[in-house]
């Protein structure tokens, strides 16, 4: 089983900044990729940033120049530095994880959601 435990979304005012974490535990053999997607009501859940197991990143159009991913690989844990953030920002962030299990089996899991609020 794996679990994985977000945390650090909240209510900020335009331009400010906040940072995600989402770790992961269990039985973990390794951890091929680690993203970040977002959601607003009635809407596709969008990409907003990965980076894979050789350090590569991706991110939105949207986000690039203000959103930073990065990852502990000793932690499992994977970090969204979100600066500059617009209202338009809001949204409930998802992260996602690829990874193989003790069995070198690989499943992809999904974090519980954190509510980012970017108030005008």
């Known amino acids: 089983q794996v679990q994985l435990v977000e945390s650090g979304g909240g209510l900020v005012q335009a331009g400010g900044s906040l940072r995600l974490s989402c770790a992961a535990s269990g039985s973990i053999f390794a951890i091929v990729y680690m993203g970040w997607y977002r959601q607003a009501p009635g809407k596709q859940r969008e990409l907003v940033a990965v980076?894979?197991?050789?350090?590569?990143?991706n991110y939105a159009d949207s986000v690039k120049g203000r959103f930073t991913i990065s990852r502990d690989n000793a932690k499992n844990t994977v970090y969204l530095q979100m600066e500059s953030l617009k209202p338009e920002d809001t949204d409930v962030y998802y992260c996602?994880?690829?990874?193989?299990?003790?069995?070198?089996?690989?499943?992809?899991?999904w974090g519980q959601g954190t509510q980012v609020t970017v108030s005008s």
């Open positions: 980076t894979g197991s050789d350090g590569s990143r």
């Open positions: 996602n994880v690829i990874l193989q299990g003790l069995g070198r089996q690989f499943t992809n899991y």
